[in-house]
């Protein structure tokens, strides 16, 4: 299974943060897995932002419940991240990855994500 993350890597705030997970051997609707996005501030510790389950249902970190939208393009075996109302805070790394029975087991390389004017 390999993962691949995508969009733009300068983002001006308060506009909307846009990014693409493409995955390839092996199927987002597969049963029991489920597929996150994460991210990494510089000089800080991971943060889960949220997943979107192989039932297509998607649940959200409370901190950015409010910002964050996943979905998912089955036909081409992808899901994304939009996250709005975009602050220099939010300058991460930002990594999507597979979890199963609790644990991450496949991820992306990441891609960085810088937030300024």
């Known amino acids: 299974v390999q993962l691949q993350e995508s969009g733009p890597g300068l983002v001006q705030p308060s506009q909307t943060l846009s990014l693409t997970c493409t995955v390839s051997g092996g199927s987002i609707t597969s049963n029991y897995y489920y597929w996150s996005w994460i991210r990494q501030p510089p000089g800080k510790g991971l943060e889960w932002i949220g997943y979107i389950a192989y039932t297509g249902s998607a649940y959200y970190s409370p901190s950015l419940k409010s910002r964050a939208s996943i979905s998912r393009d089955t036909s081409n075996n992808q899901f994304s991240l939009q996250l709005s109302s975009v602050a220099p805070e939010d300058t991460a790394v930002y990594y999507c990855?597979?979890?199963?029975?609790?644990?991450?087991?496949?991820w992306g390389q990441g891609t960085q994500v810088t937030v300024s004017s």
């Open positions: 990855a597979r979890q199963f029975a609790g644990a991450f087991d496949y």
